[in-house]
């Protein structure tokens, strides 16, 4: 017995190196958000010791940012397998499908969304519509904001003009603002250039493009919740062995279920408005109410005009509470 197995481990000992250098899979990683943005040093630092744990099972090559495949185009890219994982967010790929943007309004945590069914909803819809595996949302707690350089007294946005990304179009829009589409990256030449008057954006992360040298104010409370997530390319994951998917899948929770973290952040980060002089708006009462309200009405009007099919199906099951 004690000799079979000793037999037996220095068999595998001598079989591992190559079976290992045989077994490794390196998968090309880009991001939509600049390389600046926090989200990315998250990313860098996960990637890091996804590397260090899969030594001879899966390795992560990280590409880039938008300088490596623009925002709106990262997308397409997982999804013919031009890169094979990126880290994006919907309002990125609704050229691919337009309910990629409909992850802003899940009402509650991804954790609860992978015991209540609606995780696997996004699965299939991601497969079918993207060619995607859809990992892990690696961001939330983090509600979006309006931010401004001319004040406002009401949520009436007439006669301002306001980037957008599809996220916040229909919402900005229905407000009356005249609204314009930028990528992150453009936004800090628009503001700059008195371009827009304002922009919106999660509660953290202003700072990382350096916008706080134009905002003068954000306007509370916040509304939906910012999605940011892993996609992985569905023919790279098929090609994947059981136990890369496996390894795969497990450093993608881990990073998952540490978002907890985003609470926190998003204090951190409106203390440092505060500290950078932006003024708070704050809606109050019913008004503040109707101006959420009218968020997620906009939102999903917005998703259901676009997928009638999947929209409603969606908004049913991301409403729960
Ligand atoms: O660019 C954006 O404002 C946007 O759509 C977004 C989405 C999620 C997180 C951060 C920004």
Known sequence: M????????????????????????????VSAFPESSFYVTRLLTWIRSVNEEGKGVLQLNFIGGPKAIPTFEVGNAVRTGVVDMAMSTGAYYTNVFPESDALKLTRMPVAEQRRNGVFDYIQKVWAEKGNMVYLARIVEHQPFHLYLNKPIDKPDLKGLKIRVTPVYRDFFGALGATVLQTAPGE??????????????WPIGGIFDNNWNDHTRYRVDPGFYDAEVSLLLNQDAWKKLSARQRDFLLTQVRLLENRNDYWKVYGEQETERQAKAGIKVI???????????????AAGWAGIIKNSPVYGPKMRELFSQK
């Open 2 to 29: 004690k000799k079979t197995l000793v037999a037996a481990l220095a068999a595998a000992a001598l079989a591992l190196p190559l079976a290992a250098a045989a077994q490794t899979t390196t998968l090309r990683i």
């Open 187 to 200: 936004l800090y030449t628009a503001l700059e250039r008195g371009v827009v008057d304002g922009y919106g």
């Open 282 to 296: 704050r809606l109050q009462g019913a008004q503040a109410q109707e101006y959420v309200d009218k968020a997620y």
